[in-house]
């Protein structure tokens, strides 16, 4: 035989190596064969046999004869026979690419069956139970191989159980199943089709049906966007029906060689006592668990253990596994690799790398960096969340941009934030977009909700670094500041402020009222899947090239930090401890005030600064830490709006007039593009001299107190190289009246497209290069990441970008810049330390590509540490 | 003799292309001896002697021995004596380096007069000639060789003037000036100097004098700025003196070979009779026009128009001459190439390639660019503006915008200016900033002065494009639109809304009341200079290799280009035409509404635009005009402002609320970097299809008139392949339904980083490239123009920027991405055309770069066109 292969028990001519011909399903169950696992017998017909079909048009003769001779052979080990009236045999027709894909032909059940097989049972036990299966026939082979439509089936049913006033379909009578069957068959009648009583027809058109399938809309959709080839062809797998609903000493199930869910190393599932396997899709008796099989069917549990075991073994994975219970004998229909929770991934990959049934680096391989987040993120109850869907409290979907689950009362304002938060209030700060002022509402709100922005706007990035769960751009949502009310386009929801919602930063949904929250702590080390992810990620860190900082501001970052294997901190946004509300002041006056009041405030908040620097500094003893000097725009310090603005000049003692104009002479019609990051170190040099005094003084504090501090100055927006060399100088003539002794680097961020351009010349007077891919994203492809979300997803929908730019780097546009300023960096100055600190810094796909140039570390939110770390490894390893 | 060249009557031994050794002076005096002109007898100490001096630190004797030898042959040459006391040799002491340097010892007169040689001549009529001498040797000598200030000397003139109740020198007896020179030699005593009595000591010193004075500070500041070899050295002229003030027959004076303000060929200058050089410079008495000399010395006047035809043939150019005529006879003390104004430079390259003295291309080299647009602009009557500086009229000086001048009232609002424009009145339009919303309101203005941005603002490329005088970034004009008057910062004057004041864009200046404007018009050929212009022109047309496009709008903007020699348009912003009166209210419905309401506002707008597209593609016939889709956000069409807001609602019959939500929610942070371009290309095609209609259709009614429009499509913003990909197929599948016979190109502005950097992609999809400097450099160099005035002065200040770069291109940043994406785009498809149309496109400096390049043509705003067509062909001949 060349376009059949048999499998079961001593007849199996099929394994798992041969997929592309037997399609996935055949090739499982001709392994199982092989492996002794109980498997009904039938035979695959190849995928090689579809593309003679296609070839063809038709079946040939040569595979037909070869079907037929393989129903004989299958009649003869079955000891039935196919179309007989008695001990008749029938078959399942279910269709097996070589790849798992949706929409093509499942599954035909009872094939085989006709209605002199039928009548030959009239009045007998088994009439019943011959014409369930029939109708059963009836109605699927009508849908997928004759085209009808299976409403028309669906109906025809429901008008026969009304009119018997019954619920279930196993509640049917003999009476009501006759007077089903002449339904169905009226339903061809009627559309000029005959169910045909030969079993071999009834064979030859399913095995065709299949075969179409291959080729229709869905199934050829499906393959063109995921790039899965069209000639590949599919298998169709034939084999003898086992009745699960043959009576009580038979069942039907579904079961998991580990539980899916939590990862656990034990049988999970569930089955149905007489039952056939739709039936515990339908959900219509509700099925047991797996657990209770043991004291129903104790043999087949046991043989089912046995079997996981096997097939575990075999296909080094969790399994997946149908199985049917004939009269107290234990069949296995199906097996493949189970699909998982992210908490159960990790957990079924460190296990089976411990149990030494995959290697460590199988083990990296398995695990999806950004499911490191979700297992460390706090969760919504499952079944409160499915009960608040199908209660219609679901408002609208935005971004996911930070991971994590929160219920809290919606406040507009980071003022109101900060009250209620303080009186033990779980708030939800809700607002159109957030801006640095927000920092401290945001750090004490649950979660933020944005109506704007993407998944690198401001509160998206501040949420992820504050391990916060947020959604923004939630477009839907018309946010009524003044009457203190948040809208829903669609769907006239008024949610007033005060009112509870909750929000999922893992899907972007945003719910009406409360929902239960699981919490997970990263760094409670008693918890078992935080010590199972710390196992992974020590695996990981041998194997990755590529170092791994984070983005910490504060002392409590950086501690979080280090504890997730942080190994420096990258950037240390100094400006991020200027809105703290005893410092905002000071800054304030600094920037208002000229002459000696600009000097007082600025001996002040260098103070606070020395302090800042010290306790992070502390924190990351001995590792490096890259201080950012100042970088946004000094008008983002000052407040907006007439009653802010009167207040601060009440408080400065100064005219509002004059306080109003000179905000307006400051503010900016594109601040992005504006006098921010050095070009505020040159215009205002007295502010950065205070942040370099200030680092240094702290380094040199805690080299007094025998620490190591690591300390690099990192000067932002450097574009051209008078900029660098100016503040070079002036920080080097610091550093050399304070002689230090750890060696202090000065070195840029690579965020304006030109600073790539001149990167030879720049790399001369650099210690180091870190790229800011956010800002060099927003600037080499023009795009506001504030502003994008109006035109982005249309983007990305259209396919005219496949991803947000602003998540994973934009390999040919920024990605180019970033080789050819690495190379002509590392070219001029061998010495050049060369980092990624934007938001990419924490993405999988990017780190891949940054694995490929000569990039030294990447460094990212304190709380994207370990996805970082495990697609570095990612990258090195290969996936 | 090494060291020393003698010059004069037949003793020459220099000559005009040793201007290395012997300096400009003593080159042009060697020069002029040899070509028979007459000049008092001297000799010339070389550069040479002055490094040799610096090398041994005093003037050596070998070189002392040249001199004191060369004023023995004077002597002989002269039948005079050094020294002696009857026919005493007087000359003077003057430096001259090889390139002309401000801050060097000028000029000794009278050297060798000593109290001897005076003594001799008591009570004789020369007495008081020669106490005249010597009182102002006393007093030059002392300044520039001693040291002494020159205070001190006019001080006591002063006082002896005072005290003798005299007002000028020349009214000074014998025996003020005997009590002149004893207060004279008071001075030295008090500094305990002595003037020496040994006529060769006195020349040692001032030899001396003129070789340190190469090193003195502001000489070497110069050089340095100027980037002058710091090891010229100067060369020293030693010339016998003749005395203008000897007698009635004697006189002194400057004339030009051609009048330095127009151009014409006549002598211009002025003499006083019986006067000594620095008189006429001191402006003590009027001197009188040269014509006059015909009747007073006409031998001379005539033997002055001879040589200065000998001049002008030698050294081929205007010449600036010193003369003195003593006791009837002419001598020349200096030649050389005059000071002109703009339009004398033009007239008088022209002329003299007309005269073939010089070669066209050697005209075309003359002129800079820049200078076109002055000559070609409306100018301030000189007298009227030097008197409102007097009159301390002058407010401020902000940026050069917009060459021209303008006087009008002062209009705080685009919407009074209409009014008022229409009511004949002149205004100028006083702004912050202007917004595309001020089109009509510039349109209508006489001229436009803002407070903020830079050269490349809204208001400066708008005026510019308009040839309209234009002032920016006057940052020390505060606007009180409230109380409608604009204050200057410093000088507390208050102007007021309807006060007249006067500004010129050529100069930046801000006047107070009004000044006389002298207009010229480029489109006038009865105007001789137009004429002249344009006969240049088409020389450098000639030369040049790179073509010129003009970035032009509308109708009326395409007929002045092309009269100003455009080869076609190379920007067409359709999106000006939006503003009109009469649109705009259609394009805020198409923005505004949905479904029918938009529709039934595109098809109005549409008919706009075709005939728009019609009136400019005529005009242009035969030439390609590059037609840019829609750019700006479509925010920037709708109302700011709750007032007009309210007003727009009522007239579109919509709810306030509803319409300033609408506002308030398409507002953006970075509307530079926002949803903009082919993006909105993208979300809203309907706009895009609507204007390549119109484009299709004009262009096929004029097919149908027997018309050859050239249309060139161009989408801006794309920086994605996908963007051009979806746009181009749309527009072609327009075409495709149009059947034109034209051919119509599809094109993409780069502007964007990434577009330069996959431009290869990009090319392969496109038809032509054209560089949007202007937001490329923002972009590339993360500068925001509305915002960068901020830092950019201070840049350039501190050297960290050589020029804005908004007006020159930034060569080593924005200027390598243009290298890059060129050089991609046209080995990638040979047949792409690239051009440029960015400000930078009329930028001389920029076009010498681009020139560099495989660029194909540049598109500046009409008024520029002249200036490109003459840099492009400096380009390429060199300057």
């Known amino acids: ?13 099929g394994n798992a190596s041969m997929k592309n011909l037997l399609g996935g399903k055949g090739a499982g169950l001709a392994e199982m064969s092989l492996l002794g696992v109980p498997v009904p017998p039938g035979f695959t017909v190849t995928t090689e046999a579809c593309l003679e079909f296609y070839d063809k048009g038709r079946i040939s003769d040569e595979i037909w004869k070869e079907i037929v001779q393989a129903v004989n052979e299958l009649e003869n080990f079955s000891k039935k026979v196919f179309g007989g009236k008695e001990n008749f045999l029938l078959v399942s027709v279910r269709s097996g690419a070589p790849i798992s894909m949706p929409g093509m032909m499942d599954t035909i059940l009872n094939l085989g069956l006709t209605k002199d097989i039928i009548a030959s049972y009239k009045g007998s036990d088994k009439e019943k139970f011959l014409l369930d299966c029939y109708r059963r026939l009836l109605s699927m082979f009508g849908d997928v191989v004759v085209g009808l439509d299976n409403e028309d089936f669906e109906h025809a049913l429901s008008e026969v159980k009304e009119r018997a006033g019954i619920q279930t379909d196993s509640e049917l009578t003999v009476e009501n199943l006759r007077e089903l069957v002449e339904r169905f068959e009226e339903i061809y009648d009627k559309n000029g089709k005959i169910f045909p009583q030969d079993p071999f027809e009834q064979l030859k058109d399913a095995v065709e049906a299949v075969f179409k399938s291959w080729n229709n809309k869905r199934a050829v959709e499906y393959r063109k966007i995921h790039g899965i080839p069209d000639d590949l062809g599919t298998a169709v ?7 699960g609903n043959l009576n009580n000493r038979s069942a039907t199930g579904v079961a998991f060689t580990r539980d899916p869910a939590t990862g656990e190393k034990e049988l999970f599932g569930e089955f149905l006592v007489n039952a056939q396997g739709e039936d515990v899709v339908a959900g219509i008796r509700t099925p047991s668990n797996i657990k209770e099989m043991r004291l129903v069917f104790p043999d087949s549990y046991e043989k089912l253990k046995k079997v996981a075991a096997i097939l575990e073994n075999r296909f080094k994975d969790m399994q997946d596994m149908e199985f049917t219970i004939e009269n107290g004998k234990l069949f296995l229909l199906q097996t493949r690799n189970g699909k998982r929770t992210a908490y159960a991934a990790v957990k079924i990959a460190v296990d089976l790398a411990e149990e030494k049934i995959i290697s460590k680096k199988d083990a990296i391989r398995r695990i999806k960096p950004e499911d490191l987040v979700k297992v460390l993120s706090p969760t919504f109850d499952l079944q409160e969340k499915k009960k608040a869907v199908t209660e219609g409290r679901l408002v609208t979907v935005g971004f996911a941009a930070g991971p994590g689950a929160a219920s809290g009362m919606v406040v507009l304002s980071s003022e109101k934030v900060e009250k209620l938060a303080r009186e033990g209030k779980d708030v939800i700060l809700v607002r159109n977009e957030t801006s640095p002022e927000d920092i401290v509402g945001m750090h004490l709100s649950k979660g933020i909700l944005t109506a704007r922005g993407g998944m690198t706007s401001h509160a998206a990035v501040v949420a992820r670094g504050m391990g916060k769960p947020c959604v923004v751009g939630a477009e839907e949502l018309i946010i009524d500041y003044n009457n203190a009310v948040v809208y829903s386009k669609n769907k006239k929801i008024a949610i007033k402020e005060g009112d509870i919602i909750s929000i999922d930063g893992t899907t972007g949904e945003v719910f009406t009222g409360a929902i239960a929250v699981k919490e997970v702590s990263i760094l409670d080390e008693t918890v078992p899947i935080v010590t199972t992810v710390r196992k992974l990620l020590s695996w990981a860190d041998k194997e990755r090239s590529i170092k791994v900082r984070a983005n910490a501001d504060t002392p409590e970052d950086a501690r979080i930090a280090r504890s997730l294997g942080a190994e420096g901190i990258g950037l240390c946004r100094t400006e991020h401890m200027f809105f703290a509300p005893d410092r905002i002041r000071k800054v304030q006056e600094m920037i208002i005030f000229d002459g000696e009041r600009r000097r007082i405030a600025i001996e002040e908040i260098k103070l606070f600064q020395q302090g800042d620097f010290y306790a992070v500094l502390k924190e990351m003893d001995g590792l490096p830490v890259t201080i950012r000097l100042l970088d946004p725009p000094l008008h983002e310090f000052l407040p907006k709006g007439e009653n802010a603005i009167r207040r601060l000049a009440l408080e400065l003692g100064i005219e509002y007039k004059d306080l109003s104009k000179r905000i307006e002479y400051m503010s900016e019609i594109n601040p992005m593009l504006g006098h921010r990051g050095c070009r505020v170190g040159i215009t205002t040099p007295e502010i950065y001299k205070m942040q370099v005094e200030a680092i240094l003084e702290a380094a040199a504090k805690l080299t007094r107190e025998g620490y190591s501090p690591k300390v690099e ?18 920080i080097e003539s610091l550093i050399e009246s304070f ?32 790229f800011g891919t956010n800002d060099l994203t927003q600037l080499t492809l023009g795009f506001s990441r504030d502003d994008a979300g109006k035109f982005l997803p249309l983007y990305i929908e259209k396919g005219i970008l496949d991803k947000d730019p602003f998540s994973t780097l934009d390999k040919e546009g920024v990605g180019e810049l970033i080789k050819i300023a690495t ?5 001029s100055n061998p010495e050049l330390k060369v980092g990624v600190c934007g938001e990419h810094g924490g993405d999988p796909e990017s780190i891949h590509f940054f694995n490929t140039l000569s990039i030294d570390y990447v460094s990212c939110s304190p709380y994207r540490i370990p996805v970082a770390r495990l697609a570095a490894a990612h990258a090195q390893i290969g996936d």
Chains 1, 2 share one sequence.
């Open 739 to 770: 002689e230090t002794d750890s060696p202090v680097l000065i070195g840029t961020m690579i965020e304006v497209p030109r600073a790539a351009i001149i990167a030879d010349q720049l790399a001369k007077i650099t210690d180091f290069f870190s």
């Open 713 to 730: 100055i990192m000067i932002p927006l450097v574009g051209i190289v008078g900029e660098m060399q100016k503040i070079r100088e002036e």
């Open 823 to 827: 190379n002509k960096g590392k070219k």
């Open 1 to 13: 035989m060349r376009y059949v292969y048999n499998f079961g028990e001593g007849r199996t001519t």
């Open 237 to 243: 797998n034939v084999q003898e029906m086992v009745f």
